[in-house]
């Protein structure tokens, strides 16, 4: 070998080469999680900002910023690339890479055009438990009703069928559209609504009356419309939102539950990004990546005093 040749580097053993490429693959799989989260709105933009500044090496901190901003709803390449601009970012940097300057500058644009929900204080003796098809909402409340008998949980009527497992008065009221129509007529429910354009779902007026006059605390499960009309009729009720850890973890709760066809799922995971757009007008927000830790979250606040 000539005096001043350089050393050919040597080979990385074919083992490494393989183990290199399985944690590409993962990464590119974990950043495009991250963006379906971003669109759907499962993750804020700010809490995806958060986790890249602790943690540059993670899904959110590798991701390039223009990547970034089109995983944002009705952001599309002008505008990000105006985004870019206006903020004077580079359209190589990733998110964990930006400087002081440049975060604090994304972080006020995003507060600006997309500000995070704020939780607001517990209100009412009266709390809606509310969330997206699928997200586990019926086996948060089953959870409550099992360890916390002393809170009252509304059992809502519908006219759809039992599904196997569900008991007649426990889980629901199955009634036929003639009694759900009575019960209309006679005011005897406190919000009602068509869920999913099939079947009808109502909260019976008396037992919470009943309850809250008796000073217990009342935890009502029900859909996004019944929230917002508790809202309307009760005012001072506080409202939760029950959120998935995940876009890919709701989906795969819901192919999992195996109750629906898959054009019915197609519809409900439709139906579930408008819910998700929504959670900015709850009081609070739970995830729901633990059953029993988001139960005993809803209880902390059902039994927060009222004001």
Request: proline share 7%; no cysteine.
């Amino acid at each position: 070998m000539p005096e001043h040749a350089i050393a050919p580097r040597p080979t990385p053993p074919e083992v490494d080469r393989a183990a290199a490429s399985r944690k590409a693959v993962a990464a590119r799989r974990a950043r495009a999680a991250l963006k379906r989260d971003l669109s759907t709105r499962v993750v804020t933009p700010q809490e995806a900002l958060r986790r890249a500044t602790a943690d540059p090496q993670s899904a959110a901190g590798t991701m390039r910023v223009p990547e970034f901003l089109t995983a944002l709803p009705a952001i599309g390449e002008g505008k990000r690339d105006r985004i870019l601009a206006e903020l004077a970012i580079s359209p190589v940097k990733r998110l964990g890479g930006l400087g002081t300057r440049q975060r604090r500058a994304l972080e006020e644009w995003l507060d600006r055009r997309m500000p995070e929900p704020q939780a607001r204080p517990a209100r009412s003796r009266l709390l809606v438990l509310a969330g997206p098809t699928a997200v586990g909402k019926g086996t948060v409340a089953a959870h409550i009703r099992a360890h916390h008998p002393e809170l009252h949980l509304s059992v809502s009527a519908t006219t759809r069928d039992p599904r196997p497992g569900e008991v007649d008065g426990e889980h629901y009221f199955f009634v036929d559209d003639a009694e759900f129509d009575r019960l209309i007529a006679e005011g005897e429910l406190l919000e009602w609504a068509t869920v999913h354009n099939r079947h009808r779902y109502g909260t019976p007026r008396g037992p919470i009356d009943r309850a809250l006059a008796d000073g217990k605390a009342v935890l009502l499960e029900i859909d996004l419309q019944g929230a917002r009309q508790v809202r309307e009729a009760e005012p001072s009720a506080t409202l939760v939102f029950l959120l998935p850890p995940s876009w890919d973890e709701l989906t795969a709760r819901l192919v999992g539950r195996g109750t629906e066809d898959a054009e019915e799922r197609a519809r409900r995971l439709r139906t579930a990004k408008v819910e998700l757009a929504a959670q900015g007008e709850f009081d609070f927000r739970v995830v729901n990546a633990d059953v029993a830790e988001a139960a005993q979250q809803v209880v902390d606040l059902i039994q927060a005093p009222a004001r």
